[in-house]
């Protein structure tokens, strides 16, 4: 078991893929999990485990594209911090 952050999201209030949030095994503690824009700006972040963003900057819906996530999550049975980072697409 690894940590899987899906690689496309529809947020289009269907209640099917409209939030994009990280899945965890269940003993890691999330850290941060962080997503920014093509331009290196930050667009969201959390440390709350089953949270996620929602496609929107100060409830202004964002367009489709690329953007970036990254994560750092700690073990909390050995103590080793694990971070990863990746992209995925926005869809409307």
Do not use: C
Not at 60 to 73: F, N
Request: charged residues 25%.
């Amino acid at each position: 078991s690894d940590i899987f952050v899906p690689s496309a999201f529809t947020p289009n209030n269907d209640g099917r893929n409209d939030l994009l949030r990280p899945f965890l095994p269940r003993s890691y503690i999330l850290e941060e999990f962080s997503i920014y824009n093509r331009w290196g700006q930050p667009v969201y972040r959390t440390s709350q485990t089953g949270e996620g963003w929602d496609g929107k900057i100060a409830e202004v819906v964002q367009d489709s594209g690329v953007y970036i996530w990254m994560l750092k999550a700690r073990d909390s049975i050995t103590g080793i911090i694990h971070e990863r980072k990746g992209h995925f697409t926005l869809i409307r």
